[in-house]
């Protein structure tokens, strides 16, 4: 979501722990969000979008340099399976 959103949408790490103990008793909100793009997706952000024409996108890369959503999948799991 971070790249297709121009940075409007900031990755978490998912992680399992405790809040602070000020914000054990406050209710929590979680929104999931799942996509897999087709492999051979840029993964740009969506510059039709009218929120992020007015907010701004930041671009993390120039779009040409853009990984493809295969790039990005095989590199999180060579990631993911290195630090385990």
Known sequence: MDFLSGG??????HRVI???IDQR???????IYFSMP???VRLVPV???PVLQ?????RQVDDA??????DWRVARVRYVSETV
């Not at 409007?8 to 790490?13: D, Q, R, S």
């Not at 007015?54 to 930041?58: A, N, S």
């Open 65 to 70: 340099d853009a990984p493809t959503m295969k």
């Open 25 to 31: 008793g406050a209710p929590r909100l979680c929104i």
């Open 54 to 58: 007015r907010v701004g996108i930041e």
């Open 38 to 40: 087709q492999d051979d």
């Open 47 to 49: 510059s039709e979008s």
């Open 8 to 13: 409007f949408y900031k990755p978490t790490i």
């Open 18 to 20: 405790q809040p602070p």
